[in-house]
C-alpha cells in the first residue's frame, strides 16, 4: 500500500488510526452496534418502503369471503407500522451511540461545512465519480461526499420520516394518547392529513433514491478504489489493497 499521507487523508484520522495505518492494510473502523444498527436498519426500511407502497396504492383482495374475513391491509399496515417502530427506536439508539461510540460513528450527524478542506474533497469525490479522476483516494471512514450524501439523504431524510410517520400514527391513536401529544403538532404546521400522508409518500422515494445510489457507490467503490467498502460494514474492518502498478 502506498504511504498513509497519500492515500488516506490525514484530517479523516485518528491517531489511532494514523499509527495503524502506517503499519497495515486494514483498520477497525465500525463498532459492532453500528453494523447491527445498519443491517437492521436496512431490513427495516424495505418492510417500511414496500408496506408503504402498498398503503399508497392498495392491492386488490384476492380472497373469496366477507370483507370481515379479510385482513390483507391490517397485516400490511401492522408491518408497516412495527417497522417503522424498529426504525424509530434503532434511530434513537444510533444516536445514542454517536455520542459513546468512535469518531466513526459521529459522521453520519454532521458535515464540517465551515473547513475549506473538506469542500475541496468533496469536489476531488465528484470527480472521482464522474471518472474524471484517474486514482481514487482512501478513507477510512466515510469519504466527504458520502458523509455529505448521507447526512442530507439520510440522516435528515430518515428524521423527517420519523416524525411524519409518528404524526399519521397519531391520527388513529387520536386526541389524548402519547403519540398525539409529541406529534400532533405536525398536523397544524402542514394544515391537512392529505398533505402529510403526500409528504409522508414523497419521502419514501427520496429514501428509495438514496438506497439505490448507495448500493451502487458502495459495489463501485468496492471494485474501483481498491479499499473495502460492503465488507468493512459486517467485520467492521477497512482493508486497503495494495495500489496497482505503474
Known sequence: MASPSTTVPAHDLAPEDLASVSHQTSVYVYEAPVRIWHWVNAA???VLCVSGYFIGSPPPSMQIGEAVQQFVFGYIRFAHFAAGMILTFGFLGR??????????????????????EYWREVLFEVRWYLFLAKEPKKYVGHNPLAQLAMFFFFTLGVSFMIVTGLALYAEGAQEGSLTADLFGWVHG?????????????????????????????????????RQSIVSTMISGTRTFKDDRPD
Open 95 to 116: 444516536i445514542y451511540w454517536a455520542f459513546f461510540g468512535n469518531h466513526h460513528a459521529r459522521q453520519l450527524f454532521y458535515v464540517p461545512f465551515w473547513r475549506v
Open 44 to 46: 427495516a426500511i424495505m
Open 189 to 225: 404546521l402542514i394544515w391537512n392529513s392529505q398533505r402529510l400522508h403526500t409528504l409522508h409518500h414523497l419521502g419514501m422515494w427520496w429514501i428509495v433514491i438514496f438506497m439505490m445510489i448507495h448500493i451502487y457507490v458502495a459495489i463501485r467503490e468496492d471494485i474501483m478504489s
